[in-house]
C-alpha cells in the first residue's frame, strides 16, 4: 500500500507541472537556466511587464524542468477544489514554482531576495516579510506550493469578503484578532520604506503617520484604538475607492 501511495504522489506531481505524460511515458525535459526574477515574473504573471498577463502564453508553458521535488503537492483534484485556478493554470503555476523553488518550498530569505528585485530602489525587506507571514499559513518558516496558490487564488480570483479577509491578516500582526496602530505603523513604514526615498512627488518624513491616523479615523468606529475586522470589513465595503481596489486583478490570468 506504502508503494501504491508513492506511486500516486509521484502521478499526482507530474500531473500538476505536466513533465511526465501518462500515454507516451514522455520524461521531463532538461531545466532551461533562467535568472530569478525572470522565472518568478513568470510565477506571478500580473507583474510581468511588456506582455499580456495571460497563463495560456506559450513561452511561459514551454519552461523546461528542474530536477525531482522532494516536497509532494497535493494531488491536482484537490487543488482544483480549493482554489478558482483550472486545470491548465495550476500546472502552469506549479512548474514555475518548481523552477524557482526545486526543493518544493521556498523560505523567508529566499522570498525576500526574489522580491527585493521587484524594488531596487528601496528596502522591501520589511513588507516581504509580512508578506511571507500571511503565505506561510501553516507557521513552519516555509511556504509551500498549496500556501502560495492558495494565497494567490484568493488575491486573484477571490470574492470581496476572501479578499478583505486575508488583507486584514496581513494588517493584523501578531493575529490577536484586531489591528493596532503599532501594527499598522510597522506596516506604512514597510511600505514607504519599500518605495524608497527618491520617489516624485517626494514623500514627507509624517507621510506614515499620517496615513495611520487617516486609517484610524476611518475605521475605528468605536475609538477605541484598534479596528477589528468587523469594523475593517464594514468600513471597506461602504468606500467606492477600496472596493474598485478589491477588483485590480480580477482579470490578470
Known amino acids: 500500500m506504502k508503494s501504491t501511495s508513492q506511486d500516486q504522489s509521484l502521478s499526482d506531481s507530474r500531473e500538476l507541472d505536466r513533465s511526465y505524460d501518462p500515454l507516451t511515458g514522455n520524461p521531463p ?5 533562467k535568472t530569478i526574477k525572470q522565472r518568478f515574473l513568470k510565477l506571478l504573471p500580473c507583474c510581468r511587464s511588456g506582455s499580456s498577463p495571460s497563463l495560456n502564453q506559450s513561452n511561459v508553458v514551454d519552461d523546461g524542468e528542474l530536477s525531482t ?5 497535493e494531488g491536482l483534484d484537490q487543488l482544483l477544489q480549493q482554489t478558482n485556478f483550472n486545470r491548465k493554470e495550476l500546472q502552469i503555476l506549479y512548474r514555475g514554482f518548481k523552477n524557482e523553488c526545486p526543493s518544493g518550498a521556498v523560505d523567508e530569505e529566499t522570498f525576500k531576495t526574489i522580491y527585493s528585485q521587484f524594488f531596487p530602489q528601496g528596502d522591501s525587506s520589511m513588507y516581504a516579510h509580512f508578506l511571507f507571514e500571511a503565505f506561510d499559513t501553516h507557521n ?4 509551500s506550493f498549496e500556501d502560495f496558490v492558495m494565497g494567490l487564488s484568493i488575491i486573484l480570483r477571490g470574492s470581496i469578503t476572501d479578499k478583505l479577509n486575508w488583507a486584514f491578516n ?6 490577536d484578532g484586531c489591528i493596532t496602530k503599532e501594527e499598522m505603523t510597522e506596516i506604512m513604514h514597510s511600505i514607504y520604506d519599500m518605495m524608497g526615498k527618491y520617489t516624485y512627488p517626494c514623500m514627507k518624513d509624517n507621510a506614515p503617520k499620517e ?8 475605521m475605528d468606529k468605536n475609538n477605541d484604538g484598534v479596528v ?11 468606500d467606492e ?11 490578470v490570468i
Open 29 to 33: 525535459s532538461k531545466p532551461n537556466k
Open 211 to 218: 496615513h495611520v491616523d487617516n486609517f484610524f479615523q476611518k
Open 241 to 251: 475607492n477600496i472596493m474598485q481596489s478589491m477588483h485590480m486583478f480580477d482579470n
Open 228 to 238: 477589528t475586522i468587523e469594523e475593517f470589513m464594514e468600513t471597506c465595503q461602504k
Open 140 to 143: 513552519n518558516g516555509a511556504v
Open 69 to 73: 521535488v522532494c516536497y509532494r503537492p
Open 170 to 175: 496581513l494588517y493584523d500582526l501578531n493575529k
